[in-house]
């Protein structure tokens, strides 16, 4: 009588490298325990590290209530330099002077990302347009105009701002990109 292979079921906080996809952190744990339902609760972005909660066997059921809540991050934003994809890999589409950029003028640019707001998703995310990913469409040179998304963010704060590089933690509802954040902050600084 051929042997069947109990379920694994349960949560795993899994600490993601730079450089690893989401995707690929599954693959990975399918590989390792053997265990066909497994999802994420929540995407990281490739370049993010840290906690990506993963959902095996029957805990795949509750997946929704974690991606529900709220997430913290602390994120590292280089100003005067702006690409199309809202981080460090993409090509340069603008350079600025951060010459006269405060402390008191990031903070006071902070509080207006408070509360609820309209956010425009990068144009490559993984957010999908009449069945296709945004980001295989700017990849294939063909227009893209994510649609703003409202999202909650119920805390920003400076950590610290040294030689235009600003660290900030944030609090915020679901489908909140950071990305987004770091390029609205350098816009509304006039960098």
């Not at 349960?10 to 993601?16: E, V, W």
């Not at 599954?26 to 609760?41: C, D, F, P, Q, V």
């Not at 690409?83 to 002077?97: A, P």
Request: aromatic share 6%.
């Amino acid at each position: 009588m051929p042997r069947t292979r109990a379920s694994i079921n349960g949560i795993l906080s899994i600490n993601k490298p730079e450089g690893i996809t989401s995707f690929k952190v599954i693959s990975w744990l399918k590989r390792l325990t053997g265990e066909k339902r497994i999802g994420h609760a929540g995407t990281l972005d490739p370049l993010a590290t840290g906690v990506l909660p993963c959902c095996l066997g029957q805990a795949t059921r509750i997946i929704q209530f974690i991606t529900d809540a709220s997430k913290t991050y602390l994120a590292k934003i280089k100003l005067g330099i702006a690409t199309d994809t809202f981080d460090r890999e993409g090509h340069i589409t603008h350079r600025g002077d951060t010459s006269n950029i405060t402390i008191a003028r990031i903070e006071e640019i902070l509080t207006e990302f408070q509360g609820f707001i309209e956010q425009r998703p990068p144009t490559y995310s993984a957010l999908k347009h009449k069945g296709k990913r945004y980001y295989e469409l700017a990849r294939a040179g063909l227009p893209v105009n994510p649609r703003p998304r409202r999202v909650e963010i119920s805390r920003v704060e400076l950590v610290s701002y040294q030689t235009n590089l600003v660290t900030v933690e944030i609090e915020c509802s679901k489908g909140t990109y950071i990305r987004s954040l770091a390029d609205d902050l350098g816009l509304k600084l006039g960098c």
